[in-house]
C-alpha cells in the first residue's frame, strides 16, 4: 500500500528565508506526486505535480519540488518565502491502478515570522 | 475559471438530525471524491465516484452515511442521524480520472453536530 510521511508538523521561518518542506513516500512502482497547500478556512489548491521526466518540477506562486527516487522523496522549496505563504502544505502520492486514489501526508503547517 | 462548488459551506445542527452536504464538480470531470478532515485523523477519504458509479466508499461509516451522484453535475453526501464525532470539514474534489490522479478540489463545508 502506498502512504506518505511529512516528518515536520509545524515549520516556521522568517520572510525573505529559503523554505525546504520534506516529503517521503513508500509507493512499489513509478510514484504521481502532488503539493497541495490549504490556506485557512479554504479548500486545498495544487502546488505542483510530478509524473515523470524532469525530476525538477516547476509549480505556482514560485515553489518547486525534486523527485529523488533513490531516496524517496519529494521536498518542496521556495528560495524566499512571503508572508502569504503561511497555510498547511500537503505532500500526496496517487496509484496508478483502477482506484485512482490519492494519499495524502499528515501536513506541515508554515508560520512566516515578519 | 472551473471551480468545484459546495454547498452549504457551514451547517450547525443538533445530533439526531440529517446533515446534506452537495458538491458540484466542475464540468466534464468525470471522477468525485468526498473527504473528512480533522485535527485528530487529517484528510480521510470517504468515498469515490467514476462516471458517477461509486468505487470505493470503504472510508465510510455504512450504517449513518451515504453518498450519491444523482447525476453528473451533483453529488451528495448525507449522514443520518448525525453525532457529535462527525463534526469536520467535509470536501468534494473532482478530477478526470486519468492517469495523473490530479483533483481540484471545493472550499469544504464545515459540519458542527451539537
Known amino acids: 500500500a502506498q502512504s506518505v510521511t511529512q516528518p515536520d508538523i509545524h515549520i516556521t521561518v522568517s520572510e525573505g528565508a529559503s523554505l525546504e518542506l520534506r516529503c517521503n513516500y513508500s509507493?512499489?512502482?513509478?510514484?504521481?506526486l502532488f503539493w497541495y497547500v490549504q490556506s485557512p478556512g479554504q479548500g486545498l489548491q495544487l502546488l505542483l505535480k510530478?509524473?515523470?521526466?524532469?525530476?525538477l518540477v516547476q509549480g505556482i506562486k514560485g515553489f518547486e519540488a525534486e523527485f529523488k527516487r533513490s531516496q524517496s522523496s519529494f521536498n518542496l522549496r521556495k528560495p524566499s518565502v512571503h508572508w502569504s505563504d503561511a497555510a498547511e502544505y500537503f505532500c500526496?502520492?496517487?496509484?496508478?491502478?483502477?482506484?485512482?486514489?490519492?494519499?495524502f501526508g499528515s501536513g506541515t503547517q508554515l508560520t512566516v515570522l515578519p | 475559471d472551473a471551480r468545484v462548488t459546495q454547498t452549504p459551506r457551514d451547517k450547525v445542527t443538533e445530533m439526531g438530525q440529517e446533515v446534506t452536504m452537495r458538491c458540484q464538480p466542475i464540468?466534464?470531470?468525470?471522477?468525485v471524491f468526498w473527504y473528512r478532515q480533522t485535527m485528530k485523523q487529517g484528510l480521510e477519504l470517504l468515498a469515490y465516484f467514476r462516471n458517477r458509479a461509486p468505487l470505493d466508499d470503504s472510508g465510510m461509516p455504512k450504517d449513518r452515511f451515504s453518498a450519491e451522484m444523482p447525476d453528473a453535475t451533483l453529488a451528495t453526501l448525507k449522514i443520518q442521524p448525525s453525532e457529535p464525532r462527525d463534526s469536520a470539514v467535509y470536501f468534494c474534489?473532482?478530477?478526470?480520472?486519468?492517469?495523473?490522479?490530479?483533483?481540484?478540489f471545493g472550499p469544504g463545508t464545515r459540519l458542527t453536530v451539537l
Open positions: 500526496a502520492v496517487g496509484s496508478a491502478g483502477s482506484a485512482r486514489q490519492l494519499t
Open positions: 510530478y509524473f515523470s521526466g524532469d525530476t
Open positions: 464540468l466534464g470531470h468525470n471522477t
Open positions: 509507493y512499489g512502482a513509478t510514484p504521481y
Open positions: 474534489a473532482s478530477g478526470l480520472g486519468l492517469l495523473y490522479n490530479e483533483q481540484f
